[in-house]
Antibody, heavy 117, light 107 residues
Framework: EVQLVESGGGLVQPGGSLRLSCAAS????????MNWVRQAPGKGLEWVSY????????YYADSMKGRFTISRDNAKNSLYLQMNSLRAEDTAVYYC??????????WGQGTLVTVSS | DIQMTQSPSSVSASVGDRVTITCRAS??????LAWYQQKPGKAPKLLIY???SLQSGVPSRFSGSGSGTDFTLTISSLQPEDFATYYC?????????FGGGTKVEIK
C-alpha cells in the first residue's frame, strides 16, 4: 500500500522558515517523480514544485522561485520542501504527491502551514 | 502557463442524477488531463488519467472524455458518496495547473 506521510508543518512568523518532510513507503520511491501541492483554506489546489526521480530536474511555481527548495533522499525514501521568507499567502495545507506521467496518483494527508504574527 | 477553466463552479443534483463537469485548457494538451475528487478535510483522490482512463478501484459510473482543449467528467448515476469537489489538472507540461473546482452538492 502506497503511503505518503508529511510532517513539519506549524505556525511560523512572516519572514520565517520551515522544512517539510514526506516519508514514502509501499512503492519504489527512487523510480518516481514527486511533487508538492498546496491548498489555501477554502481555496483550490495549487502546484508548488516538482522533482524528477533522480533529483536532477526540478521546477517551481513562479511565486515560490527563490524562496522554496525541493529535494529528495532516495536512500531514505524521503521528500523535502525547504520554505524560506514565508508570507501570509503561503498559509495552506501542503500535500506530498506521487507523480505518474505528470498526473498525481497518490497524495499524502497534508500538513498545515500557518504564517502569522 | 496553461490555464484550466472548469464549469460549472457548483452544481446541485440528486442521487441517481447524471452529472457532467467540463474543463477547458487554454491551449491543446492532447489527452494529458486528470480528474480528482476531494472531500472536505481529505486529500484529493485520482479518478481519471489520460483524459479517459479510469484509475484502479474507481467505480465505473465515473468516466472521462475529450482531447485537445475540451474535456468532460461524467458521473452516470450520482451516489451519496459522490458529493464532493472535483478538479481537473493538465498533465501536459510544467507548471502543472488545476481547474478552479466544481462542487457537487445535494439538491
Amino acid at each position: 500500500e502506497v503511503q505518503l506521510v508529511e510532517s513539519g508543518g506549524g505556525l511560523v512568523q512572516p519572514g520565517g522558515s520551515l522544512r517539510l518532510s514526506c516519508a514514502a513507503s509501499g512503492f519504489t520511491f527512487s523510480s518516481y517523480e514527486m511533487n508538492w501541492v498546496r491548498q489555501a483554506p477554502g481555496k483550490g489546489l495549487e502546484w508548488v514544485s516538482y522533482i524528477s526521480s533522480g533529483g536532477s530536474t526540478i521546477y517551481y511555481a513562479d511565486s515560490m522561485k527563490g524562496r522554496f527548495t525541493i529535494s529528495r533522499d532516495n536512500a531514505k525514501n524521503s521528500l523535502y520542501l525547504q520554505m524560506n521568507s514565508l508570507r501570509a499567502e503561503d498559509t495552506a495545507v501542503y500535500y506530498c504527491a506521487k507523480g505518474s506521467s505528470m498526473a498525481i496518483d497518490y497524495w499524502g494527508q497534508g500538513t498545515l502551514v500557518t504564517v502569522s504574527s | 502557463d496553461i490555464q484550466m477553466t472548469q464549469s460549472p463552479s457548483s452544481v446541485s443534483a440528486s442521487v441517481g442524477d447524471r452529472v457532467t463537469i467540463t474543463c477547458r485548457a487554454s491551449q491543446g494538451i492532447s489527452n494529458w488531463l486528470a480528474w480528482y475528487q476531494q472531500k472536505p478535510g481529505k486529500a484529493p483522490k485520482l479518478l481519471i488519467y489520460a483524459a479517459s482512463s479510469l484509475q484502479s478501484g474507481v467505480p465505473s459510473r465515473f468516466s472521462g472524455s475529450g482531447s485537445g482543449t475540451d474535456f468532460t467528467l461524467t458521473i452516470s448515476s450520482l451516489q451519496p458518496e459522490d458529493f464532493a469537489t472535483y478538479y481537473c489538472q493538465q498533465a501536459n507540461s510544467l507548471p502543472l495547473t488545476f481547474g478552479g473546482g466544481t462542487k457537487v452538492e445535494i439538491k
